[in-house]
């Protein structure tokens, strides 16, 4: 259910339902973008995005992939049971209230027939979650049994498209249950182009968490964070900011994910910590932004933490000013549709 926490009003916008993506473009990176300049709009097709950077720029993207985490299951009494995997013993299940500790659930192949293997679901844990323990390998489990996760809005099952079409060109580290959807986008043609400008392209992880999906509630915005997600940086990334911030150079980030971990990760020279660690991050509206220059992001849902960072980032009137200019364009929304590139302006002009 939808917070109706009054601090959530102002981040609030009508959405036809026709706007939602629901498939991907015919083409990877067939999409269009909305570029910021200044206070201005401007359409075009994603492709374009190449004639926005310099040579010295820095592109760092998500390389995390998307575990095929929603099993389907049955209860020995027939009841169908769904599970979202959010760790290799955690899991979100339905009906959880019905399903008791210890309880053997039979798990379906992908086209629906019974499989040799189950998942005994246990206690319940933080977040609603409850611990589950499989009877063979996980990663066996998932490749037999596991669906791509789509997002909730999407009210559609995953089809073999998704298979490929959910997973960026980056995808290599598994463990997320969410796609980096800034990503979907890009291209080796666009990746190539790109290199042929002199901007380099440098990956991080971070392993997007279940709560991704879930609504934003009164006690994430009282304490001013939120779910935990484990991510890492490597070693040529860092070098590869503090270089190009050393050289008066971009750093774009390329999704929501990217921004929170190179903002965890931000030292007070304008760099970033190499390695691994955790964040629970919550920006919102105010935060002094150490270094991400500018964002390539996709369309996000109304009253989100991530529609939040991108007003934060952007600055609020002129982001919620962009969100109307790709209603009134026919810009496809979420996951699946397109994209927006903005530059931070001077607190001033925020």
Known sequence: MESDDPRLTPF?????????????????????????????????????LVEAFSEGDVLVVNDTRVLRA???????????????????????????????DGERVLLLLR??????????VGGRGSEGA?????????ATVMAACGHVPLPPYL?????????????TIFADKPGAVAAPTASLHLTDEIVQALGERGVGLHRLTLH????????????????????TERYDIPEATATAIAKAKA?????????????????????????????AGETD??????????VVDRLMTNFHLPRSSLLMLVCAFGGYNRVLAGYAEAVALGYRFYSYGDAMLLEQLDCEEK
């Open 155 to 167: 009210n559609r099952d995953a089809t073999a498209e998704d298979e490929q079409r959910y997973q």
């Open 111 to 120: 086209d629906g027939s019974p499989s040799i293997h189950s998942v005994t």
């Open 281 to 290: 991050i919550f920006i919102q509206p105010g935060y002094k932004f150490q």
């Open 130 to 138: 409850r611990s589950v323990q499989f009877e063979s390998d996980p």
């Open 12 to 48: 609030s916008f009508e959405l036809p339902p026709g706007a939602i993506a629901r498939v991907p473009p015919v083409e990877r990176d067939g999409g269009r973008l909305l570029r910021a300049v200044g206070h201005r709009w401007h359409d075009g097709p994603i492709r374009g």
């Open 247 to 275: 050289g008066g150079h971009k750093v774009t980030a390329v999704g929501t994910t990217v921004t929170r971990t190179l903002e965890s990760a931000a030292l007070s020279s304008g760099g970033v910590a190499a390695g």
């Open 70 to 100: 929603r099993l389907f299951g049955r209860r020995q009494t027939g009841g169908r049971v769904e599970l979202l995997l959010i760790g290799l013993d955690m899991a979100m299940v339905r009906p959880s209230r019905r399903i008791k």
């Open 208 to 227: 997007v968490g279940a709560g991704t999906f879930r609504n934003l509630r009164p006690i994430d915005l009282d304490r001013g964070r939120l779910h």
